[in-house]
Structures are given as structure tokens and as C-alpha cells.
């Protein structure tokens, strides 16, 4: 049992923790979270005894083997099997004396240590290295390759296969999800609930410390205050104090009403059951646990599009690779205004080769793209961090891409991005990685895109940050594609999948509970999604040719649109007259009016307070024969 007892940690002038305490259970599974810069990589570096608390004590850490996933990877010429091998330090140091006593031909000794290594199952050693490495992604091909010629992400994967391969009772890990996609993020999952020490974990990511976590440690107010379950327990008993603070009411209501129109749009506009299904049943909680995140530093929403065409982009028959390496081949597809698409697909498969291509980033080898008049793309990349300004201040980020707008204007919409007072004119070079996430998506948000393709968006952002970008992308009325792996941010902000596989790119009809039990069986090697492949606008997809179905499409698209456009209509008319109606009523509450001498005004209000009841009611009315005729049609 670890046990932390009233510690108090300054850094600088800063104060991390005050009177903190809590206790962690043996082999217990714990998510640390907390807003960045309020102490999760102190907390760790206590435990690991490479700082000491200015006041207090952690009890219990003696003769404990502590592992810990380094977050930096000094270069080396090993291999990478030997590299994660050597994580397990007493197995590497025997390799090394047995490799000594035979080369001096000391085979007495060598014996020895032979007999050292088999009673620790040393063995064994490169074989599970291997098996941690192909579990994180790597192939068979890396396993001999020097460390060295990996890129920072691909290096940050070695940092965790080592810390994994390391012997330990505590396990600490520092954004292990980084860098990693669905598939190798579901393998970790499993891989960290049969582990048999202490697991002490900062993620970012909601379904990953759901699924693996059974309590969680947030970092509040200088304290550590302990949840049972995973973050979304932690939201819903969060919720529950918050829920009884006054001040926090009105937020909290303006965020549930947030959600209920999106729930209402997204069940106007679904179409796959099963899907719907899950879906809705995700955004209708989310009511529930709106006061966890009515104390959150950000709020910001994407502008309205404007002017768009439709469709907004297409591609066909297109070939889309790097040189004479072809990637993926015969994609045709067509973006539509409000299209809500996740991109799911293994690590290398073309995700990102995809959404270059979709941008005329990269060209493509053959087929044809063809943009709609007035589109307007906002592309958030994995690199897009390494293209900032580092002498330069988030204001002048903004104001380079727009010169004219007005210096205040620009400053209330970076707070929306917690970037407040002095923080907003301060060079970049100092900011933390989730400090620079923050601000290149807050350029791409300020470009008023009408089409957002968004690549990861959410690495570096820590927990109230990414509860931000799903609230602002549930109300994106523009289309979206997003590649993600975190699967809370897809749950909520798309409605439709594509699976990018064997170089093809084919609809996904099911949920992503599905793909998850799918990912984690295998397919069996037999070229098929689980059966769950089919096409999207494809070529030669048997009832006649590609063309064929897509002037089918258009004609379709075109018998709706009318009927599109007027719910759309009915629906901007019913949320204009439910404003007005909540600032008349913030009006009726106001004592003062039911004083002498206000009656005449007082009637005038109620008046006009019937008339707005009586015309939503019959905006409601008119919404649902639309909606109905809408599905009649097949929309």
C-alpha cells in the first residue's frame, strides 16, 4: 500500500499541491488527471523519489520496482528488440556477462550465468521484447532496425515497450496513448488490465482510462481527491457536487440545451439503427454529467459556414500514393455539406494519406478531384505544431492570417482557448505542447472553413480541452472528416463511418463497438472487415457502373434538398424563438416588475409570452410533419 500523507510541492513560485493526500491500493489501477500545469508530472516525479516533498511523506514506496514510460528518447545505435530487451535490466546485464565469459572463452562462468538466466526466465526475453513491439505496431522488419532511424512518435512507442518490458510493482505512465491509433490503443488496453502491479496513468483520453481504470485521481484545488471508476464516473459524481452549486447553474443549463439540439438534429438526420443507437444513447448522458465541465477554462464555437456548394468536394476513380508508392487505389467519394465522417483504419493503412489528398495537399497518381465554388477547407495535421512561429504570440498567429481584424476581437476569441491577459501577447517558444495544440486549432478554427478535416486533433489536449472541441463540433454545422483515436471525440462528433483498409476506402455500416470487437478478434486474414465492408460511391459495386450510382445519388440528393431546406428552416425558426422566449422569462424574474406601478408592462410580457409558447408549439408541429416527410422520402 502507497500512502501519501499531507504533501505539500512548490515549483518556482508556483504551488502544486497543498495538504494532499491519498492512497493507492496494491495492484489498484489509477487515472491521474488534472488541468496541465497543475502537477501530474510532479506527483510522478515524487514517487519515483526525484523530488521531495517540501512538507509531508509518501510511505510504502521502499523495495518497490518502479517503472516509468520516459517521455524523451536520448538517440541510439541499438536495435529496437534490443532496446525494449534491455528494459528489463537484470536479463540485459546477464546477456552481456554471458556474451564476456564466452568471448574469453571462461565457459565455467559462462555456465553460471546461463543458470542465472534460465531461473529468471531470461530466455525469453528478446521473444516477449518482440511481442510488445509488434502488439505497438511495429513489423517484423523494424525488429533489427536501429533505434535511430525512427521518427519522435515512433520513438515515443520504444519508450513504452520498454517501460512495459521492464519487471516492476509500480507502473507509471505519462500519456501513453500519444502517438498511438485505435488499434494499438485497444492492444495496450488489454495489455494494461491483465497487469498484475500498481498502474498509476495520465491520459487524456476518456474511453481509454474507462476501460482500464477502476478509480481516478483528480487534482483539484491543490488537492488529490479520489473517484471511484474511471473518467466517466468521475464526471457523473463530479456532476453531482457541482450540480448543487448555484453559481454554476445557468452554464450548466445553457450546455444541456447545447446538447439537447444536437441530440435533436443528430435523430432527424440518422439512419443507420444500430449506430443511432449507441450514439444517442452517449449524447442523452452527456446531460448529466454537463456540470462536471461548467467550471471549464474553454468555450469556443465554430462560425457559421456561409456560402457553400453542393456537394462541397469530390474525388473519383482516384489513385493516391508518394512517388511510384501507391497507398490507396480507385477512391471515389463525395463530400456533402453537414457530412459528419470518421475515419477508422490501422496505423499506416492511409488515413492520412486520405485527408491530404481531400485537401490537394498531396496530389493524386490518378482519378479526379474536383472542388465545389466557395469551399473553404480547415486542415488540423499531426505536424501542424511544427509550423508555428515559436518567437511569435498566439495575437500575432491570428492576426498574420487575418490582418484586418480588430486586435479585441481577436483577444475574447483566443479566451475561448484559455490564451487570457498576458498569455494571448507572450511568444510561443515556452508553451507546453498542449499550449500549441490549443492554438493551432484555434487558427483553424478562426478561418471559418466550411469543410474541417481534422487529423488527430486531440493530441496534447488534456480532458476539459477535448470536452470543448466535441461540444464545438457538435454544433459545426459545416462537414467534417476526422481521424482520431480517441473514440469519446468520434462518438460525438461524427455520424457516419469509413474504414481505410488494404487500400481501399469502403463505409463501415456498423458502430464503433463493433470495429473495437472486431480490431481485438482479428479478421482472419481473409481481406474482409469483419463483414462489415461496403462501398461508397464505389466503382463496379454490381447494380450497375460508378457513374451510374453517383448520377442516381445526385438525383436523389436533389428530390430532398427542398424538403432538407425547410426543416432546416423550421429548425432556425424554433431556436430563435426559444432565445427569445428565454430572455423574456429571464425578464418575468425579475422581481422588481411585479412592483406598483409595472402592471401594464408586466401584461405586455405575459402577452408576448403566450404568443412565443403558441409559436413554438406550432414550429414543433411543422418540424415533425417535415421530419416525417423528410423520412418518407428515404432522407
Avoid at 481504470?213 to 457541482?242: D, K, M, P, W
Avoid at 431556436?575 to 416588475?593: K, N, P
Wanted: net charge negative; charged share 25%.
Amino acid at each position: 500500500m502507497i500512502i501519501l500523507e499531507d504533501i505539500a510541492l512548490r515549483r518556482g513560485p508556483t504551488l502544486l499541491f497543498e495538504g494532499a493526500s491519498a492512497t493507492l491500493q496494491p495492484g489498484q489501477k489509477l487515472a491521474l488527471i488534472g488541468a496541465n500545469g497543475t502537477g501530474k508530472s510532479s506527483l510522478f516525479a515524487l514517487l519515483q523519489g526525484e523530488l521531495g516533498a517540501d512538507r509531508g511523506q509518501i510511505r510504502g514506496m521502499s523495495g518497490l520496482r518502479i517503472a516509468h514510460m520516459a517521455q524523451e528518447l536520448v538517440a541510439s545505435n541499438d536495435s529496437t528488440r534490443d532496446f525494449v530487451v534491455a528494459g528489463d535490466r537484470e536479463v540485459a546485464a546477464l546477456l552481456i556477462d554471458v556474451a564476456a565469459a564466452e568471448s574469453a572463452e571462461d565457459f565455467e562462468r559462462a555456465a553460471q550465468l546461463h543458470q542465472a538466466l534460465e531461473a529468471i526466465d531470461g530466455y525469453s526475453a528478446p521473444r516477449r521484447a518482440e511481442q510488445l513491439l509488434l502488439g505497438l505496431g511495429f513489423t517484423t522488419d523494424d525488429l533489427e532496425q536501429p533505434v535511430v532511424d525512427f521518427s519522435g512518435g515512433w520513438r515515443v512507442r520504444l519508450n513504452l515497450a520498454r517501460a512495459l518490458m521492464t519487471p516492476s510493482d509500480v507502473l507509471l505512465l505519462d500519456e501513453p496513448t500519444n502517438h498511438l491509433d485505435l488499434d494499438t490503443m485497444l492492444w495496450l488496453e488489454s495489455w494494461l488490465r491483465r497487469y498484475q502491479g500498481t498502474l498509476v496513468m495520465i491520459s487524456h483520453d476518456r474511453d481509454f482510462i474507462d476501460a482500464v481504470c477502476e478509480r481516478t485521481l483528480s487534482i483539484e484545488q491543490h488537492n488529490l481527491v479520489s473517484y471511484r471508476g474511471g473518467y466517466s464516473a468521475f464526471e457523473q459524481q463530479r456532476a453531482e457536487r457541482l450540480a448543487q452549486q448555484t453559481a454554476l447553474f445557468a452554464r450548466q443549463q445553457r450546455e444541456i440545451a447545447h446538447i439537447e439540439s444536437f441530440v435533436r438534429r443528430f435523430r432527424a438526420k440518422a439512419t443507420k439503427a444500430r449506430q443511432a443507437q449507441s450514439r444517442l444513447k452517449a449524447l442523452e448522458r452527456m446531460e448529466t454529467v454537463a456540470p462536471a465541465h461548467a467550471d471549464s477554462p474553454f468555450s469556443f464555437q465554430f462560425p457559421e459556414p456561409g456560402k457553400s456548394s453542393d456537394p462541397l468536394l469530390s474525388v473519383t476513380d482516384a489513385g493516391l500514393g508518394y512517388g511510384d508508392h501507391s497507398v490507396l487505389s480507385r477512391v471515389s467519394l463525395t463530400l456533402h455539406p453537414g457530412d459528419r465522417i470518421g475515419l477508422l483504419g490501422k496505423n499506416g493503412a492511409g488515413k492520412t494519406t486520405l485527408l491530404k489528398g481531400l485537401t490537394g495537399a498531396l496530389p493524386l497518381l490518378g482519378g479526379e478531384r474536383v472542388e465545389g465554388a466557395h469551399l473553404r477547407i480547415g486542415y488540423f495535421d499531426q505536424q501542424q505544431l511544427e509550423v508555428l512561429d515559436l518567437e511569435a504570440s498566439p495575437l500575432l498567429h491570428l492576426q498574420r492570417l487575418d490582418p484586418s481584424a480588430r486586435e479585441q476581437a481577436i483577444l475574447d476569441f483566443l479566451g475561448g482557448f484559455n490564451f487570457r491577459g498576458d498569455r494571448a501577447r507572450e511568444a510561443i517558444a515556452p508553451f507546453s505542447g498542449g499550449e500549441k495544440a490549443r492554438l493551432a486549432l484555434a487558427m483553424v478554427v478562426w478561418q471559418d472553413p466550411n469543410l474541417l478535416i481534422l487529423d488527430e486533433p486531440t493530441n496534447h489536449l488534456d480532458l476539459e480541452m477535448r470536452h470543448a472541441l466535441a461540444m464545438a463540433l457538435q454544433g459545426y454545422t459545416g462537414a467534417i472528416v476526422l481521424v482520431s483515436h480517441d473514440r469519446h471525440l468520434l462518438r460525438h462528433a461524427v455520424e457516419s463511418l469509413w474504414l481505410v483498409d488494404r487500400g481501399a476506402v469502403t463505409e463501415y455500416p456498423d458502430d464503433l463497438a463493433a470495429y473495437e470487437k472486431w480490431v481485438l478478434t482479428g479478421d482472419g486474414g481473409d481481406g474482409k472487415a469483419g463483414e462489415h465492408r461496403g462501398t461508397i460511391d464505389g466503382p463496379e459495386s454490381g447494380s450497375g457502373s460508378a457513374r451510374q450510382q453517383r448520377q442516381n445519388a445526385a438525383q436523389r440528393r436533389a428530390q430532398l434538398r427542398p424538403l432538407q431546406r425547410a426543416l432546416e428552416k423550421t429548425e432556425r425558426a424554433l431556436e430563435q424563438q426559444q432565445r427569445e422566449l428565454q430572455v423574456l422569462q429571464e425578464q418575468l424574474a425579475d422581481q422588481t416588475l411585479y412592483e406598483n406601478g409595472n402592471s401594464s408592462r408586466l401584461a405586455e410580457l405575459v402577452r408576448t409570452e403566450g404568443s412565443l409558447k403558441s409559436t413554438i408549439a406550432e414550429l414543433e408541429d411543422s418540424w415533425m410533419e417535415q421530419q416525417e416527410a423528410l423520412e418518407q422520402a428515404g432522407g
